[in-house]
């Protein structure tokens, strides 16, 4: 971790997200946090399991790093444009939103999940988005 | 910069000799600066004696609130430049959906709670949502972020000169968090408190009470002591006493955490705030 005089105001998150990072990461639910820019800054020990990765290794991941290889993609198997997907312009428009998508594992296998999100939405403006999923499909059943 | 603490207890006043040492009033800290300007943190009642000994000589005022709750209001009916017809006074406070901030202090400000409504206040008074950016009142730079507290809550960074004094009255950062091992950026208020001359901190509870007051917003000696310890402020003054420590048990308090702070190989002054008591910056 960088020394606090290394931290410039770019690298702060906003309180709206270290909160809800304090209930993601203790919940049994597969759960991640985005944060303004698409950018995932955390993902809980369930999403883990689902992913077959630790945030404990891989850290933040931007849009660029995850989104083609985590996902989402349709059911052809096809990427979706993080930015086109219907459950990402919801939420930044401050709504709730529910959809369905298919993630990449870290084994290869592709899965279908179900997912809600939940715009982050301070007195400031948006900050982000809580997103929960649940598998619908099991690694080499999507 | 000279900060001056007119009141260092948490959630209720609590008169009587037995508190007299470290003092009854509810939070409210007095930061002069250079230019002349009077910057208020906090309304509780402390802000009563500052007021009656300011009112003939400083007649533009700010009031910065972290929030709302009663202790951290309750001395805004009793502020005499609010009656000085020649005062101007501004109240900063956290933004809410949906209501304005004089709105939200006119639930207080108003019958029943309260003889004469806000629009009775005979001072020039504004009142303004606290901004999520800097900004500067004279030569002093603002900063106010959200910290982790129940409700709307900031906390304040004010800089003259190089010199700053960050005021985190009512923070829990520990909720959820590890603070002796956690990332920096994910610890509330870091920012705010980071390498500061003076850490004006919330430390309500002994780490035995905290168990039973857990979520309510206020921190623990212990995570107080490591939220002072991350930010490498330059000297800290345990804040926001609970009502029910009297000055026996406060003494008591402040030996442990010295003792604790100075285990921690910390050399910066760490002491139990105490009303009345002034820092040169």
């Known amino acids: ?142 | 910069m000279r900060v001056t603490l007119w009141g260092v207890r948490g959630s209720i006043p609590v008169p009587g000799p037995a508190a007299a040492g470290f003092g009854g009033n509810t939070s409210c800290v007095q930061v002069t600066v250079g230019d002349g300007s009077e910057l208020i943190l906090d309304a509780g009642t402390g802000i009563r004696a500052l007021g009656e000994a300011i009112v003939a000589r400083s007649r533009r005022l700010h009031i910065l609130l972290t929030h709302l709750h009663l202790d951290h209001i309750q001395g805004l009916m009793f502020f005499a430049p609010l009656f000085d017809r020649d005062a101007e006074v501004t109240v900063w406070g956290p933004p809410a959906a949906g209501r304005a901030l004089r709105d939200r202090l006119a639930r207080y400000i108003s019958n029943p709670l309260s003889p004469i409504e806000i629009r009775d206040l005979a001072a020039r008074v504004s009142f303004e949502d606290t901004p999520s950016t800097p900004w500067r009142i004279g030569d002093v730079e603002l900063r106010a972020s959200l910290v982790a507290h129940r409700g709307p809550t900031l906390g304040y960074r004010l800089t003259e000169d190089g010199s700053s004094v960050a005021y985190l009255p009512d923070h829990e950062p520990g909720l959820g968090e590890d603070l002796g091992t956690a990332d920096p950026r994910w610890i509330s208020g870091h920012r705010l408190a980071r390498d500061a001359s003076l850490l004006i901190h919330d430390c309500q509870y002994d780490d035995a009470e905290y168990g039973g007051h857990r979520g309510w917003g206020h921190s623990s000696l212990a995570d107080a002591l490591a939220f002072a310890r991350r930010s490498e402020a330059r000297r800290v003054a345990l804040f926001h006493h609970d009502p029910g420590h009297d000055d026996a048990r406060l003494d008591a308090l402040g030996e442990q955490a010295a003792e604790r702070w100075a285990a921690g190989g910390r050399d910066a002054p760490l002491e139990l705030a105490r009303e009345g008591q002034s820092f040169e910056l």
């Open chain 1, 1 to 142: 971790m960088p020394p606090p005089d290394e931290i410039n105001d770019a690298d702060e998150r906003p309180l709206e997200l270290i909160l809800a990072r304090n209930l993601v990461s203790i919940i049994s639910l597969a759960a991640f946090l985005v944060d303004v820019d698409g950018d995932i800054v955390f993902f809980n020990e369930a999403a883990a399991q689902v992913i077959g990765a630790r945030f404990e290794e891989t850290g933040s991941l931007t849009r660029e790093q995850w989104n083609p290889e985590f996902g989402p993609f349709d059911e052809h198997g096809r990427p979706v444009p993080y930015d086109e997907l219907p459950l990402t312009i919801a939420v930044r428009e401050g709504r709730p939103a529910y959809g369905r998508f298919h993630i990449r594992t870290d084994s290869g296998s592709l899965i279908e999940i179900e997912a809600g999100a939940f715009p982050l939405t301070g007195p400031d403006g948006y900050h982000g988005a809580m997103v929960m999923f649940w598998p619908l499909s099991t690694d080499g059943e999507g």
